[in-house]
């Protein structure tokens, strides 16, 4: 089992940046891929950002343009979201999330963190 608990969400003003993190725990040493999903009030969850555990790889949603960052700290099992240039739209609660397989599902989820943005 792996436990992930996110943090570094808030209310920011549009415009502003923020670092949301994702704490990892338990039976970390099989993770293959983690990514950050989001789900805004009425809408269904949708796919933020992924990366492979080992090699760093990222890849991106085609609506990130490029706002967004995912990083990760091996060493502290942390996954990070950097948003630049925060959007009323980007309002949402983020989600991480991680698997032990190529996938496509994910095995494990966290509670979630709220990111509200005022205009």
């Known amino acids: 089992q792996v436990q992930l608990v996110e943090s570094g969400g808030g209310l920011v003003q549009a415009g502003a940046s923020l670092r949301l993190s994702c704490a990892a725990s338990g039976r970390t040493s099989s993770t293959y891929m983690m990514a950050w999903f989001r789900q805004a009030p009425g809408k269904e969850r949708e796919y933020v950002a992924g990366i492979r555990w080992s090699s760093g790889t990222t890849y991106y949603a085609d609506f990130v343009k490029g706002r967004f960052t995912i990083s990760r700290d091996n060493a502290k099992k942390l996954l990070y979201l950097e948003i630049n240039s925060l959007e009323s739209e980007d309002t949402a609660v983020y989600y991480c999330?991680?698997?032990?397989?190529?996938?496509?599902?994910?095995?494990?989820w966290g509670q979630g963190t709220q990111v509200t943005v005022s205009s």
């Open positions: 999330a991680s698997r032990d397989s190529v996938g496509p599902g994910y095995d494990y």
